[in-house]
């Protein structure tokens, strides 16, 4: 029974008990008979304001369910140097089936996924052909269905395995996730002799052609603490070097690292081979492959600044950050009317050299940026030419950066370069307008931030105003404008471009009419550091240097490897001449699989110049896609990627027992791990019940009628003696 | 004649407006003396802009760690010569969010001492903006030594401590602290006289003082430009010449 008086009604009760008390000692004998009437009716209505309620609870003891998954893939079936089937069924057989006394058992068969069985057929089967070990897979289904089915009981997951492992997440990681306590029991032998394992192999993703890639293996060894072992590397099948490493004790990992120059663009496939150890049996993990793709060596980039400022200085770290870029850059620290009251001893600044920059080493470079560059005052217009022939004929990139000496104020209207530029320049008198705004994004990949154009609008919502454009005439017909002025005008009557780009002859050429760009670094300082001024501009120097992920075809898998039968989705992204999303394309994806059959499948448009396939992923093995793009029956691009599938492989090769995964799955979610071998397999502390609460019902008693007509029959009984005895 | 000079002051107008010009954003703080050495800067922007292309602007920006345009300018100044009151809470988050978005901070000592009360405030300060990160001398083959200048040593109105010490990040520095009244060199009265002489080392020390600030605001403008390859073996072989640290060693 459940009170829920508060201080009020306790109060109450407690003047009532002092009257009664009161009258009592304050009266005569004869008002016995009254005082025991009053007292009753006052602690009838006291009883009333706790406001008493009747609870009833009914409940029963509900077994704890217990999900067994018996490991049935094809490493299981495997005979020598012990018969891990037979000591699987002794395992369930001899105790297993005894944990069905306490516990609600169900049984699972299970591989890539888990599949309910019976104890029965599990222990018939002969059946041990599943081409993977999805521990983490199989987990996570079964612990679905037990949510399903056995809400409200206590559960535990119990496995029989090898513990061989080849699934794509981690079997430890997924027990923990599954807040269920899972107890793992080994089947199989243990190593005894050594054996060494290449743990993993790494290599850059992105690798340059005649710049050293560096390759690091890991290896772990058993039973081989302090041997030798030889480790080659090799690249595309051929060998590209071999060290030798002595291997820490067991669980321990000991890197090697290799350099390797690729000379071709590309895929490269290293593997790593471990030689086998004497009296080593297990050789199936003596080796692992990983890939790289491989583009021409770095960019260059020959960067001119005007003047010292910060637009340099913002830029100049995004393109130190990338690996990818080498810059050479030349600030015009000091003007041609500067007054110079120190000897050049002490100066550390070097002669500018103009004619050997622009006649003879121009062409080494990939990019050229002018930044506020005053051109006029160190070289003739006609010097300007080269970067016009690096442009056009050499597939290089020009990007011009707007400033007060920069486009038509410094006198570019009349050079070679006029041409290249997507904007029309105005003469010297050009407007430069230093007024704040916030430039206006068009719609296009390059100004892409983001995973959608709606998450793009915030950012750009989000971005710094600029303070400083260049009002070019115009923007030239063909050239994509990337973001432009919300309120200036060029004088052909739209709103002035910011950012222009395009492609010439066969390379490509940006205008960026502000030099105030790095605003979108610092920001506003509402919110902390977004990196997307970093990202941008990044964006803009990759598609400046044509580095293949902004080619106009671009094929992609949405993983690099995958789980048998797991489909792979194979996306193409599609640009057109301009760099604007291509949505009216023909796809075509080649496939290739491990078994060497080739297919050919359409791909369908998903958004935004993204076409897509499923690709099912059945054989395990590397399959090799080609997407083709037509348009109008002319050929836009093309691409080719690959994808692992993972799965049996490894199956036919995983021996022994590995104690080290199963224990870390028992500990990580809870549970314990037991040797199947061992006397105390099956021992589990599963705890073996829970109690249910079916029903509780709940009546409240201070409401009650007959309370209240108990309460008032007292008091009119004890009117009643008073009237009786004259005492009214 | 005429329409150059027009030219001239139109381009000086410009000037004025131009985000890429160099202000003297000065850091005004509670507590202590943020105001010290205000008669130098319209003489260090004088200086720079006759020998160099930096358009710096004479009249400096008075700003806070909490005022909204303190992201538009991406080099601030700091002085003073006492110790000064802890900064709050917000401050401290917004500073943060300054140098992760590339600001870069100078302070000046004036008192010239060595672990002066102002120091030990700055110090204080910026263990909690960097807390893994102390002010640690920056080392003499910095960038910062050869930005402009070739410099064999540190110094400012006083010689107390031969070093800067500095705070750096993301490859480049974000905090260049000077113990020695470096800007304290700059000041003149209104008659043009120096107000503060240089000890020990007199008017050579002061122009040893003048190119360690010119090349000061010339990293905060061009970052590490000067360790470009291209500009490392020239200035190496000046350097090998006077007997000095290669720049670019030791980084």
């Known amino acids: 029974m459940n009170f829920e008086a508060d201080f009020i009604a306790l109060a109450g009760a407690l003047l009532a008990a002092l009257s009664a008390v009161y009258i009592y000692y304050s009266s005569d004998r004869k008002r016995a008979v009254l005082v025991p009437l009053r007292l009753f009716a006052l602690l009838l209505l006291t009883f009333a304001l706790f406001k008493p309620t009747l609870e009833h609870t009914q409940s029963f003891k509900k077994r704890t369910a217990v999900a067994v998954l018996a490991d049935v893939s094809k490493s299981m079936g495997i005979k020598k140097p012990g018969d891990k089937a037979v000591l699987l069924k002794a395992a369930i057989k001899g105790k297993a089936a005894a944990l069905a006394k306490t516990f609600d058992v169900s049984w699972y068969a299970f591989s890539g996924t888990a599949q309910k069985t019976s104890l029965e057929d599990l222990l018939k089967s002969d059946n041990f052909s599943g081409s993977s070990t999805d521990i983490a897979a199989a987990l996570n289904s079964v612990r679905n269905e037990l949510e399903k089915e056995r809400a409200g009981a206590k559960k535990a997951i119990v496995i029989i395995s090898d513990g061989n492992n080849n699934g794509l997440l981690d079997p430890a990681e997924a027990a923990k996730a599954a807040g269920i306590p899972v107890y793992t029991i080994g089947v199989g032998p243990e190593k005894k002799g050594p054996d060494v394992a290449v743990k993993s192999i790494t290599a850059g993703e992105l690798g340059f052609t005649g710049m050293q890639s560096t390759v690091t293996v890991n290896l772990s060894g058993t039973n081989a603490a302090g041997k030798t072992v030889r480790v080659t590397l090799k690249a595309d099948g051929r060998e590209a070097g071999q060290k030798e490493v002595v291997l820490k004790e067991d669980g321990l990992e000991t890197a090697v690292k290799f350099n390797f120059t690729p000379k071709e663009t590309g895929v490269v496939r290293y593997r790593a081979e471990a030689a086998p150890l004497k009296g080593e049996e297990d050789l199936f993990n003596n080796s692992a492959v990983c890939e790289a793709r491989v583009i021409k060596e770095k960019v260059r980039i020959l960067y001119f600044s005007g003047h010292p400022n910060y637009e340099y200085r913002f830029l100049r770290q995004v393109l130190k950050t990338n690996p990818n870029y080498e810059m050479v850059s030349f600030i015009l620290l000091r003007g041609t009317t500067n007054v110079m009251a120190f000897s050049e001893d002490q100066l550390t600044l070097i002669p500018f050299p103009v004619t050997e920059l622009f006649t003879r080493d121009l062409p080494q470079f990939d990019i050229v940026v002018m930044e506020n560059f005053p051109y006029s005052q160190y070289m003739p217009a006609d010097m300007l030419q080269g970067i016009a022939r690096l442009v056009t004929e050499r597939g290089g990139s020009l990007l011009m950066i707007g400033g007060d000496q920069s486009f038509g104020r410094g006198l570019y209207a009349t050079t070679p370069l006029a041409d290249l530029l997507p904007v029309s320049l105005d003469g010297p008198s050009e407007v430069y307008d230093t007024r704040p705004y916030k430039m206006v994004p068009e719609i296009h990949p390059l100004n892409s931030l983001s995973y959608s154009t709606e998450s793009d609008a915030l950012l750009w919502g989000g971005m710094a105003e600029l303070n400083d454009i260049n009002v070019a005439a115009s923007s030239k017909p063909g050239a994509a404008v990337l973001g432009r002025h919300p309120f200036l005008k060029s004088k052909s009557g739209e709103f002035a471009p910011v950012l222009a780009a395009w492609q010439r002859g066969r390379g490509r050429v940006m205008a960026c009419l502000s030099s105030s760009t790095w605003k979108w670094a610092m920001g506003t300082g509402a919110e902390a550091s977004s990196g997307l001024y970093a990202k941008y501009w990044q964006g803009l120097f990759n598609w400046l240097s044509g580095v293949p992920d902004i080619k106009q075809v671009n094929i992609s898998t949405d993983k690099k490897a995958y789980a048998r039968n797991e489909p792979v989705r194979v996306a193409v992204s599609v640009f057109d001449e301009h760099y604007r999303y291509e949505n009216s394309a023909s796809v075509i994806l080649s496939v290739g699989d491990p078994d060497g059959k080739k297919y050919r499948l359409d791909c369908l448009l998903a958004g935004n110049g993204i076409y897509e396939c499923l690709v099912p992923g059945e054989i395990p093995g590397r399959y090799s896609f080609e997407a083709s793009v037509y348009k109008q029956g002319k050929e836009l691009g093309k691409d080719v990627c690959t994808a692992e599938i993972s799965g049996s492989l490894s199956e036919a090769g995983d021996v022994y027992l590995n104690e080290t995964l199963l224990s870390s799955i028992a500990g990580k979610s809870g549970g314990e791990y037991l040797n199947g071998s061992s006397e105390r397999a099956f021992l589990l502390k599963i705890e073996p019940e829970t109690e249910e609460v079916i029903s509780r019902t709940r009546r409240t008693l201070w409401d009650s009628p007959f309370l209240l007509l108990l309460a008032a029959l007292a008091l009119c009984a004890e009117w009643y003696v008073r009237r009786t005895s004259g005492m009214l | 004649m005429r329409k150059i000079i027009l030219a001239f002051i139109a381009l000086s107008f410009v000037s004025l407006l131009f985000s890429n010009n160099l202000y003297f954003a000065r850091l005004k703080y509670e507590g202590g003396n943020w105001d010290s050495q205000n008669l130098a800067w319209g003489e260090l922007a004088d200086f720079l802009v006759g020998i160099s292309n930096v358009r710096a602007v004479r009249e400096p920006v008075i700003l806070t760690a909490d005022s909204p345009e303190l992201f538009n300018y991406p080099v601030i100044f700091m002085t003073g010569d006492s110790a000064f009151a802890e900064w709050n809470h917000a401050q401290i988050e917004r ?125 905060a403008m061009v970052g590490t430009y000067k360790l470009d390859a291209i500009h490392t073996d020239y200035i190496s072989q000046k350097m090998k010449a006077l007997n000095m640290k290669i720049p670019g060693q030791g980084r």
């Open chain 2, 95 to 219: 500073l943060k969010r300054y140098f992760d978005a590339g600001g870069i901070i100078v302070i000046d000592d004036c008192t010239g001492l060595k672990d002066s009360g102002f120091s030990k405030s700055v110090k204080r300060e910026f263990a909690k903006i960097f807390p893994n990160d102390p002010l640690s001398r920056i080392k003499d083959s910095n960038a910062v030594f050869i930005s402009f200048f070739l410099l064999p040593g540190v110094c400012g109105a006083r010689q107390s401590v031969p070093y800067l010490e500095g705070v750096e990040k993301s490859g480049q520095l974000a905090v260049i602290f000077s113990a020695n009244d470096l800007f304290g060199v700059w000041e003149k009265d209104k008659l043009g006289n120096w107000l503060k002489e240089c000890r020990p080392g007199g008017e050579t020390q002061r122009l040893e003082a003048q190119k360690l600030s010119v090349n000061i605001i010339m990293y």
